[in-house]
């Protein structure tokens, strides 16, 4: 007999303000110390050393080494994803996330603009190039979480380089991913995932160290432009 998954444990982990903001900590930055954790969670760390024994526990976190020092990451994409999902429900409040640096708020307005939700583009840039693709006729509405490529879509596709041969893989081509910063869907699925590595390998966008925000390059801001018709410069100017 196949067991229902226990979503109440899961939950509960989750359910911890000092967890939920190590985690919200660690969709930030890709990995940090215990120390770094008690700070941003405003815990003591006797206190963190308990909370991260619990998330290693269930499987959300994973601790490794890194030259000498040991480190804390978010254990696969679904926990990222499982993150950004109740980010995208969860109603604005004042947390007890403390990793408010001198970068903190700057960091939060880059995580806003561009950066990378698992394997796509997220953030304002995902949301506009979303609404770009869309209607320019590349895709379809097919239901509330599923989108349909059109003929132009493939033709555009193949156009980029990708393979006929992504197209015929069973998991989702192209699919709607709720923004938890902005509200609105920006692309998921094979297609983002091929994009945003398109955008990485052409130059348009960068990573920034430490962060999942991403940096539009000055060529990554013509050709958006060029190619999409999105001003972003305009638009990240202005946020």
Known sequence: MIADPDIAAAAALFGDAARAAMLLALLDRPALSAGELAFAANISPQTASFHLTKLTSGSL?????????????????AVASAIESLAAVSPASVTRHRLHDPFRSERMTQLRAARTCYDHLAGIAGVLLHDSLLKRGYFAVAGPKEYVLSAEGRSWFLS??????????????????????????HLAGRMAAFLLDHFFRNGWIARIRDTRAVRITDKGLREFERQYGLNLKSVLLHQ
């Open 61 to 77: 976190v994973i601790c490794s080494r890194q030259g000498r020092n040991q480190v804390y990451q978010l254990a696969n994409p």
């Open 160 to 185: 980029l380089g990708g393979s006929s041969e992504l197209l015929q893989r069973r998991s989702p081509f192209v699919r709607p991913c709720l923004d938890w910063s902005e509200q609105k869907p």
